[in-house]
């Protein structure tokens, strides 16, 4: 890969001004001084400097974002906030949601530009294991439970696949499912003779929500948690 190709898909400058700077003498490769705007990095193991940050080349990015409510999960919206315009700050623009939470849920949704793995995980055959606290309008019960853990009729083709649910709290349970309906758990809910007035995603896979993260807050992947999402592939 080409040595300005490399700053600039790292969002360092634009390519015009990077172009400058490499003939100026402000970057290195492996610590070395290059000149050559075109000099051939191997962006698998090659270290570039650049106005004192060492740069190594990251084709797939993957943040983990508490998300807030009153936001929506799109890259651009006419009239609300996105999820997207959260991450502002962190100098990417080919960001997107992985799956998309309502507007009025929060909790953990992954932003990335992985196309692949993205479709890969959201893909209806894949069950991937997707964990809500439900705060719920009316007192849970076990009848209530049963039939979660059966599956319900949400008005599609088939039931609802089985779902697992932990009681908490008189009126908080935490559902876990394995389909990703146009809004399965408050339809779910719904069904059961009750009512979601809170919603929020805790772990999706083997991916926690980190609960340092205050809702609109949000931070890098670990490695080892892109791997968690890896393995579900
Ligand atoms: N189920 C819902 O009803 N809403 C969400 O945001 C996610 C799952």
Redesign the pocket.
């Known amino acids: 890969m080409r040595l300005d190709k490399f700053l600039s898909d790292m969002k360092c400058a634009t390519r015009s001004q990077l172009k400058k700077d490499i003939r100026a003498g402000l970057v290195t490769v492996n610590g070395e001084m290059v000149r050559q705007s075109d000099f051939a990095v191997d962006e698998n193991k090659d270290k570039v400097g650049y106005k004192g940050t060492i740069y190594e080349y990251e084709k797939f990015v993957y943040y983990m974002l508490n998300k807030p409510a009153g936001v929506v999960s799109a890259t651009e919206d006419k009239k609300d906030k996105t999820v997207v315009d959260l991450l502002k700050d962190i100098g990417r623009d080919d960001l997107f949601p992985m799956g998309?939470?309502?507007k009025d849920?929060e909790g953990l949704l992954i932003l990335t530009n992985d196309g692949a793995l993205t479709h890969e995980l959201l893909s209806p055959t894949k069950h991937v294991e997707?964990v809500?606290e439900c705060t719920l309008a009316e007192p849970f019960d076990v009848t209530q439970k049963e039939k979660l853990e059966q599956g319900v009729d949400i008005g599609e083709k088939k039931l609802t696949m089985p779902a697992k649910v932990a009681i908490l709290e008189e009126k908080k349970i935490a559902l876990t499912i394995l389909e990703?309906k146009f809004?399965?758990?408050?339809?779910m809910l719904q069904a059961v003779g009750n009512e979601?007035i809170y919603?929020k995603?805790v772990r999706m896979g083997g991916l926690v929500l980190d609960e340092r993260l205050q809702p609109g807050e949000y931070r890098k992947l670990t490695s080892e948690e892109v791997k968690l999402l890896q393995e579900k592939k």
Not at 183 to 187: E, G, I, L
């Open positions: 998309r939470l309502d849920t997707k809500y990703g809004h399965q758990v408050k339809r979601v919603l995603r």
